[in-house]
């Protein structure tokens, strides 16, 4: 993990491999963002025509790196783009500070130390730099640069095994005496670690990330911050009637668990239950998934380890909020054992459901989950799952949808995604699409109308909630895997989705604003 200081070193003394300016787009050109006047002093007052003359106009995104001027120490300025100037000055937006700062981490990899002299005025703006840098640095090399037995004993990896991430940000123009700045340090310290702690799970490839070895990931982290952990193995879900979990679970030799992670602070008054859905394969059982959609699907656990993050990361933070987290775990897979388009289950809540399509697994391990975690009759309830392609299709690889059985819920998760800067929308459960999931067989089946699949499976997922509890669901399908090429503070593979909006969820539930 990249380590983070708030620097009481100015940019011009600062020894560093590099430094970082933002730059925004003006009318007439790149215009330099507050945090670069020493850097720009170095330049004689030059550095925005110099950048200009380079190419530069400060767009977002945009990267330009340069030899720093004889008065710098350190050897290399990196100017990054935030995008239009804004109306206010210093009134950046959060998020484009996070992804300026993300891409210029990006770019120093293995590099020891860089200075960050983004704008840091406000706790905010320090706030959201830091978490984009770290965010930024983010590698996953555990299976790279392993030794090759076949080459000769004095051979030399030609190219040195992966680059590592940014050793160091140092942070510049904050306070680093003011508790204000120390806290927001430390704060965006802890949310990463575990974001990215999140990532490498989603990134583990399945032979290596089982819901077994999961659930001891979860366990190890429990004891090491204070969260008491339950892990509910096969027999334990038998003797329970977790129908389910145990139906998705059963084609695989890997068997299902179901995890309890409980935070709890002495002095809470509200209760914030999270459920995520744990398939840490999914080959979409003997609905199989056709050609070409089988390489990713050891992501379609992001939503259990956006929960696990968050559990942890509550932990961290000493928030006054209990937060209970429940990771619904299994493999679908096909084999003689599998369940069958056909067949019946009965669920914890004691609800039949036919199966008509397997690779529609994710909904029956969440049920199980959201009737386990509804008797504990938490203040909320909200779940997170790579759920249907249905969302992505109607909102692309970069937005959740957000569906709840209380509007008021709804919208005030979606104020909170979109503060900490997670793209979002509020999506609707029309009561007329509930009808297609009627069974003649069972009390109903996993499958309604193709059309509105993504609410379909929100309306399923609306039966299994406990009667008065705020419930809210995040379809992470699109943003929690990336497979393109990385930008901003988003590497490629696996994101950490939604962990952001449960922690902040997990804050103001704290402050008694739960919405």
């Known amino acids: 993990?990249?380590?983070?200081?708030?620097?009481?070193?100015?940019?011009?003394?600062?020894?560093?491999?590099?430094?970082?300016?933002?730059?925004?787009?003006?009318?007439?050109?790149?215009?330099?963002?507050?945090?670069?006047?020493?850097?720009?002093?170095?330049?004689?007052?030059?550095?925005?025509?110099?950048?200009?003359?380079?190419?530069?106009?400060?767009?977002?995104?945009?990267?330009?790196?340069?030899?720093?001027?004889?008065?710098?120490?350190?050897?290399?300025?990196?100017?990054?783009?935030?995008?239009?100037?804004?109306?206010?000055?210093?009134?950046?937006?959060?998020?484009?500070?996070?992804?300026?700062?993300?891409?210029?981490?990006?770019?120093?990899?293995?590099?020891?130390?860089?200075?960050?002299?983004?704008?840091?005025?406000?706790?905010?703006?320090?706030?959201?730099?830091?978490?984009?840098?770290?965010?930024?640095?983010?590698?996953?090399?555990?299976?790279?640069?392993?030794?090759?037995?076949?080459?000769?004993?004095?051979?030399?990896?030609?190219?040195?095994?992966?680059?590592?991430?940014?050793?160091?940000?140092?942070l510049l123009g904050g306070k680093p005496r003011d508790k204000a700045y120390k806290a927001a340090v430390e704060r965006a310290l802890a949310l990463v670690e575990e974001i990215n702690r999140a990532r490498d799970l989603i990134n583990t490839p399945p032979n290596d990330l089982y819901p077994e070895s999961f659930a001891a990931v979860a366990t190890a982290a429990g004891k090491e911050h204070g969260v008491k952990v339950q892990v509910l193995d096969e027999k334990a879900l038998v003797k329970g009637g977790y129908g389910g979990l145990l139906g998705v679970g059963q084609g695989s030799t890997n068997g299902p668990r179901l995890v309890k992670l409980a935070y709890t602070h002495p002095?809470?008054?509200?209760?914030?239950?999270?459920?995520?859905?744990?398939?840490?394969?999914?080959?979409?059982?003997?609905?199989?998934?056709?050609?070409?959609?089988?390489?990713?699907?050891?992501?379609?656990?992001?939503?259990?380890?956006?929960?696990?993050?968050?559990?942890?990361?509550?932990?961290?933070?000493?928030?006054?909020?209990?937060?209970?987290?429940?990771?619904?775990?299994?493999?679908?897979?096909?084999?003689?054992?599998?369940?069958?388009?056909?067949d019946v289950l009965r669920m914890y809540s004691g609800k039949t459901v036919e199966v008509l399509n397997t690779d529609a697994e994710g909904r029956l391990v969440l049920a199980d989950a959201l009737t386990r975690a509804s008797e504990e009759k938490p203040d909320a309830i909200v779940d997170v799952a790579t759920l249907t392609g249905a969302m992505v299709l109607a909102l692309g690889n970069r937005t959740f949808g957000i569906m709840a059985n209380d509007d008021a819920f709804r919208t005030s998760v979606h104020e909170i995604a979109e503060e900490v800067g997670e793209a979002s929308w509020p999506m609707p459960l029309p009561a007329d699409l509930r009808k297609g999931m009627d069974s003649p067989t069972a009390d109903m089946a996993n499958m309604g109308e193709r059309m509105g699949g993504g609410l379909v499976a929100g309306l399923f997922l609306k039966e299994f909630v406990g009667e008065g509890i705020a419930w809210a669901h995040l379809d992470i399908a699109g943003p929690a895997y990336h497979e393109g090429a990385p930008y901003g503070y988003t590497p490629k593979g696996g994101t950490g989705s939604a962990v952001r909006t449960l922690v902040r969820l997990a804050e103001r539930t704290a402050d008694g604003d739960l919405g």
């Open 267 to 342: 002095k809470a008054e509200k209760t914030l239950a999270l459920v995520g859905k744990g398939i840490t394969y999914d080959s979409g059982g003997i609905s199989l998934k056709p050609a070409g959609h089988n390489e990713t699907m050891k992501c379609d656990m992001s939503g259990a380890a956006a929960v696990f993050a968050a559990v942890i990361t509550a932990a961290r933070l000493g928030l006054k909020v209990n937060v209970t987290g429940w990771l619904a775990l299994a493999e679908n897979m096909p084999s003689g054992n599998a369940t069958r388009p056909g």
């Open 1 to 170: 993990m990249t380590a983070l200081t708030l620097s009481t070193a100015g940019a011009a003394t600062l020894r560093a491999d590099a430094l970082v300016v933002g730059v925004a787009k003006g009318v007439k050109g790149p215009v330099l963002a507050p945090g670069s006047e020493a850097v720009d002093k170095a330049f004689d007052g030059k550095l925005a025509a110099v950048l200009a003359t380079l190419g530069a106009t400060g767009a977002e995104g945009e990267l330009t790196k340069l030899p720093a001027a004889s008065g710098l120490k350190a050897p290399v300025v990196v100017a990054v783009g935030l995008g239009p100037v804004p109306d206010k000055e210093d009134a950046y937006d959060a998020e484009a500070l996070r992804r300026a700062a993300g891409t210029a981490a990006r770019s120093l990899s293995g590099s020891k130390k860089a200075g960050f002299a983004l704008p840091a005025g406000s706790v905010e703006d320090a706030a959201a730099v830091a978490e984009g840098a770290l965010l930024g640095s983010y590698a996953f090399t555990a299976y790279q640069g392993g030794e090759n037995k076949l080459a000769p004993k004095d051979a030399k990896s030609k190219d040195g095994g992966p680059k590592q991430p940014l050793a160091e940000v140092a």
